[in-house]
């Protein structure tokens, strides 16, 4: 099917800035939604940005600080994090849909998400 993966995490002092790469391999066919997720100790994973090939869309709690580009050629998403606050401390997670080719040479749905990877905001 399709697989993803996430990097750029890591340790940053609030203020700072960290941008996250996800990247998706396979048989893929196509693309259409690709967002990122995160999910802070004892809560539940929330929709942080997503993207199609026309809109974005962000949650309210990183508007104007946070910003979602996809490079269509490398079937990846990014997600530029500026202006980081501890409350944004989370396992940041990659998920993308779309369509790809199985063994056959049929088209078929796909929902992937990446492993994750941690950012941490110290205060």
């Known amino acids: 099917q399709v697989q993803l993966v996430e990097s750029g995490g890591g340790l940053v002092q609030a203020g700072g800035s960290l941008r996250l790469s996800c990247a998706a391999s396979?048989?893929?066919?196509?693309?259409?939604?690709m967002s990122w997720h995160r999910q802070a100790p004892g809560k539940q994973r929330e929709l942080v940005a997503g993207?199609?090939?026309?809109?974005?869309n962000y949650a309210d709690s990183v508007k104007g600080r946070f910003t979602i580009s996809r490079d269509n050629a490398k079937n990846t998403v990014y997600l530029q994090m500026n202006t980081l606050k501890p409350e944004d401390t989370a396992l940041y997670y990659c998920?993308?849909?779309?369509?790809?080719?199985?063994?056959?040479?049929?088209?078929?749905?796909?929902?992937?998400w990446g492993q994750g990877t941690q950012v941490t905001v110290s205060s």
């Open positions: 998920n993308a849909d779309g369509y790809y080719r199985d063994t056959y040479g049929f088209t078929r749905k796909f929902n992937s």
């Open positions: 396979g048989s893929i066919f196509s693309i259409n939604h």
């Open positions: 993207i199609t090939n026309r809109n974005t």
